[in-house]
């Protein structure tokens, strides 16, 4: 079977494995590694290897070994580069929750636009918010607020939605630690302090695009406030009256986001100076940063509200047991994205690419949105793309900085939402919004921002290329 072949079997086995057999993203993945790998002849397995730079001994050693060895292999490596991270953003993110550290930021940020630009204060907040927070989290703390400020409002619902989708949905694609786009950096090689700050400033373009198509939707369609099983009115009362005194200060509910993008961030603009204090490069570290932000966000959570040791352990178990499923599922991905590039799809499909920034930028970007169309998940569709992508990166002079490659993945993972996608049924089911009402505002808004994010990454790449 050729390269092509085993490829398109792979990806048939991750989108049949889900929306068919509707097994879990883990097992789809691993399942999808497992027929790569069975797949693939050992001639071209020592191929591989040996053009990797292995000794003739060790990629015939290698080939030999059973398949099911490369998958693990591959498993273990993915959970090396991307475990610590992803458990501390979760502690990190559950803290904040539980604290009230993440109500503080929207509370805030709302009082500081004031109430006529509390649509942008629900995009600040949702983007702040998605970086160590999952998308699903930060729409249910986030879309009480909205509901409630609609009941006193009578107006905008419909920009309240789609402003909080916009921040929360960028941020869940394009800036590390949130799973995706650590592990595409880590997957093109790319500093994971390069890829925050230029998830930053594409996905801030991105959500400002993002919102004046929501402007432009609230504008042309009137959402009215349908009743839900999530809020019954009384809660949305409760909800307009809390006492904000009980909350963290806004000082240190940042700290804990803004802490690993500054020493991170911090140590990659040193770098590019030429300033390497040892002592930046120890804290510096993703490890290290984001094991430091945790250990902040739980004393917050222990002062805040006075928690006991039990309470804590329970917050980080629960923050444990969320993020463990994630490190599954980026491990697996590395599995199935290193048994794909043993097959040598890498030397195939370079002669198909244009290697000039657009060509390479939309094929990255293509693969991404067919994946994230036919099977739903955004994170999914990032971890298989790299996969098909990174081994012909590998194979060609990339003719700019890789992080623009990793930009293209995230943006190409926007489009598109519709039934397969948890997030479409969770936004529509707070919101009381229809199915037609959902893929006529957030699915179209997402292919606004995912072409202006592709638009963006392809003129940075072509004037500011950073080789």
């Keep these: 079977m050729t390269p092509v072949w085993i490829l398109l079997t792979g990806m048939a086995v991750v989108v049949g494995s889900i929306l068919l057999l509707r097994l879990h993203a883990f097992l789809a993945l691993i399942l999808a590694a497992l027929v790569v790998g069975a797949l693939t002849p050992e001639a071209t397995v020592e191929a591989y290897w040996l053009g990797e730079g292995l000794s003739p001994a060790e990629a015939n050693e290698l080939a030999s070994s059973s398949f099911v060895g490369w998958v693990a292999k591959g498993f273990g490596d993915g959970?090396?580069?991307?475990?610590?991270?992803i458990a501390m953003a979760a502690i990190i993110g559950k803290c904040l929750l539980d604290s009230g550290g993440a109500e503080r930021v929207?509370?805030?940020l709302r009082n500081a636009f004031g109430e006529k630009r509390t649509p942008m204060a629900f995009s600040a907040s949702a983007f702040t918010l998605g970086?160590?927070?999952?998308?699903?989290?930060?729409?249910?703390?986030l879309m009480p607020l909205g509901k409630a400020l609609r009941s006193h409002t009578g107006r905008d619902y419909l920009l309240y939605i789609l402003a909080i989708v916009a921040g929360a949905t960028m941020a869940h694609s394009l800036v590390p630690p949130t799973p995706g786009p650590l592990f595409v950096a880590a997957a093109l090689k790319v500093d994971v302090g390069v890829m925050i700050l230029a998830g930053l400033v594409v996905g801030l373009?991105?959500?400002t695009a993002g919102y004046l198509y929501a402007v432009w939707a609230n504008k042309r369609w009137d959402l009215p406030l349908r009743p839900s099983a999530e809020l019954s009115e009384d809660e949305l009362e409760a909800m307009a009256k809390r006492d904000a005194s009980t909350?963290?200060?806004?000082?240190?509910?940042l700290l804990p986001i803004l802490l690993p993008v500054i020493l991170?961030?911090?140590?990659?603009?040193?770098?590019?100076?030429?300033?390497?204090?040892?002592?930046?490069s120890f804290l510096g570290d993703k490890n290290i940063a984001l094991i430091l932000s945790a250990g902040v966000a739980l004393?917050?959570?222990?002062?805040?509200?006075g928690r006991s040791r039990k309470e804590l352990a329970a917050s980080v178990q629960a923050a444990l047991a969320s993020g463990g499923v994630i490190i599954l599922i980026t491990a697996a991905g590395s599995a199935f994205g290193d048994l794909l590039r043993q097959t040598g799809i890498a030397g195939v499909m370079q002669g198909w690419v244009s290697e000039t920034p657009a060509g390479i930028l939309l094929l990255a970007f293509g693969v991404t949105a067919v994946v994230r169309t036919a099977q739903g998940s955004a994170t999914v569709a990032m971890i298989t793309s790299v996969g098909v992508v990174a081994p012909i990166v590998d194979k060609i002079d990339l003719p700019f900085h890789p992080v623009y490659l990793a930009l293209a993945i995230g943006c190409g993972s926007k489009p598109i939402s519709w039934m397969n996608d948890s997030g479409f049924w969770i936004i529509g089911r707070m919101t009381g919004m229809t199915e037609g009402e959902t893929f006529r505002s957030v699915s179209v808004m997402m292919l606004v921002m995912a072409a202006v994010g592709l638009?963006?990454?392809?003129?940075?790449?072509?004037?500011?290329?950073?080789?």
């Design 79 to 85: 959970c090396a580069k991307i475990g610590i991270l």
């Design 106 to 108: 929207v509370l805030s």
């Design 131 to 141: 970086i160590p927070v999952f998308f699903d989290t930060v729409f249910y703390l």
């Design 205 to 207: 373009a991105t959500v």
């Design 247 to 253: 909350l963290p200060p806004l000082s240190l509910s």
């Design 264 to 280: 991170i961030g911090g140590q990659t603009v040193a770098k590019a100076f030429g300033y390497k204090p040892a002592w930046l």
């Design 299 to 305: 004393a917050i959570l222990a002062g805040a509200r």
């Design 455 to 467: 638009a963006l990454t392809i003129g940075g790449a072509t004037v500011f290329p950073m080789r």
